[in-house]
Structures are given as structure tokens and as C-alpha cells.
């Protein structure tokens, strides 16, 4: 298991994104990080299960990622590729995000 503490201060642009690893945000890498794409996995995984900020960060980025046609998250880095498998699997996991401009249901008890 990878155990890695995530540590966030201050604001992040979740549209911008560096797989570098000890650059900035839920999908950076700690430094000195020399995983794999299957390493990477596991420690968002990790990342996801274990640090609520993490958590919110990375399905706050797939939910822009997914509603956005892909156009409005910008992944850079060595590990782009497995962060967009990462991005990508979330939006499945937890289904259609809403489209822009769509409205949520309003539930049966409460008046329109």
C-alpha cells in the first residue's frame, strides 16, 4: 500500500494540473516520486480513500473534466496519461455529471 500525505494551503486552478512529481495539486506526485503509471494509480487511489481534501480536489476535477468535454482541465506532466485514466474512471464511478445549464431534479416533498 502507498501511504502519502496530502497537504493542500491555499487556492488551486483545478483546470491546470502537473503529474511532476512535487509540483502542486491532487495529481502531482510527491517529490523524488520514480513510480510507475500502476504506482501512480495506487497512490491516487490512496489519495482518493484516505485524504478528504484529496478526495473533493479529485472528484471536483473529474466532475470539470467531464463536464467540460475534456477542454477544461489542462493534465501536463510524466504522468498525464494515467491521470486522465484516473480522471476518467471517477466520472464513470460516479456517473453523468450535469450538463451546464441543466437543472436538478426537485424532490417530490418540495413545491417547484
Known sequence: MIEEAYECN???DLTR???APGARGPLAPPENWNGSDEDYLRLLRS???RAPGAHQHLALTAR???CS???GVSVTGPYRAPA????DALVRQHGAPLVQGAQA???DNEPA
Open 10 to 12: 491555499g487556492v488551486i
Open 17 to 19: 494540473h502537473d503529474t
Open 47 to 49: 489519495r482518493y480513500r
Open 64 to 66: 470539470i473534466h467531464a
Open 69 to 71: 468535454f475534456g477542454e
Open 84 to 87: 486522465l485514466q484516473a480522471l
Open 105 to 107: 431534479p426537485v424532490p
